[in-house]
T-cell receptor, first 113, second 118 residues
Framework: GNSVTQMEGPVTLSEEAFLTINCTYTATGYPSLFWYVQYPGEGLQLLLKATKADDKGSNKGFEATYRKETTSFHLEKGSVQVSDSAVYFCALLSTNTGNQFYFGTGTSLTVIP | GAVVSQHPSRVICKSGTSVKIECRSLDFQATTMFWYRQFPKQSLMLMATSNEGSKATYEQGVEKDKFLINHASLTLSTLTVTSAHPEDSSFYIC??????????????FGPGTRLTVL
């Protein structure tokens, strides 16, 4: 079946620290992988995506590489800012199951000045 | 563009009453809308998929008579929790997929509705 396992939080970092949020997946077929971000009081927003193995998604200084060999899609950012404080969700989209999304549990990030 | 709204953002009701949650795509047409439920510190779980003008498709284990979904137009889907009980208390999130679709069928999410049943 399809599932996403995401690093549990909460994560608290100082400003300018390096961020890694781990995400691994199991899937049938060839899924697309996503990171969504949810700021307080707002909906989920697409942060970045990768549609095939070895693709690297990037946006706003965040990066994640689709690693088929390790079934991973870890989120990284070299220097976090206070404004990055949010909940981050890893997700996969499986075309084998009618374009259904499977989400991780979400990781809460708090960046302190 | 691609904004999805939900109303209400928060609702408290008594056990046994029904609650309607609206999901609207504000600046695009959505042939397909999805309803998710999120328990504290857990994943978003897909409840049902609704297509404009047709009956919703419910995921296994979701009671269709309890969670009534109507997708009457290309910009509006509603979820009605009938005869709500405390165990229905949760965070309900909708998403909408553009009618024009896309290479990866991106979904746009609403801000969620916090339902508390007393």
């Amino acid at each position: 079946g399809n599932s996403v396992t995401q690093m549990e939080g909460p994560v608290t970092l100082s400003e300018e620290a390096f961020l890694t949020i781990n995400c691994t997946y199991t899937a049938t077929g060839y899924p697309s992988l996503f990171w969504y971000v949810q700021y307080p009081g707002e909906g989920l927003q697409l942060l970045l995506k990768a549609t095939k193995a070895d693709d690297k998604g990037s946006n706003k200084g965040f990066e994640a590489t689709y690693r088929k060999e390790t079934t991973s899609f870890h989120l990284e950012k070299g220097s976090v800012q206070v404004s990055d404080s949010a909940v981050y969700f890893c997700a996969l989209l499986s075309t084998n199951t009618g374009n259904q999304f499977y989400f991780g549990t979400g990781t809460s990030l708090t960046v302190i000045p | 563009g691609a904004v999805v709204s939900q109303h209400p953002s928060r609702v408290i009701c008594k056990s046994g009453t029904s609650v309607k949650i609206e999901c609207r795509s504000l600046d695009f047409q959505a042939t397909t809308m999805f309803w998710y439920r999120q328990f504290p510190k857990q994943s978003l779980m897909l409840m049902a998929t609704s297509n404009e003008g047709s009956k919703a498709t419910y995921e296994q284990g979701v009671e269709k008579d309890k969670f009534l979904i109507n997708h009457a137009s290309l910009t509006l889907s509603t979820l009605t929790v009938t005869s709500a009980h405390p165990e229905d208390s949760s965070f309900y999130i909708c998403s909408a997929r553009k009618a024009s679709g896309g290479a990866y069928n991106e979904q746009f999410f609403g801000p969620g509705t916090r339902l508390t049943v007393l």
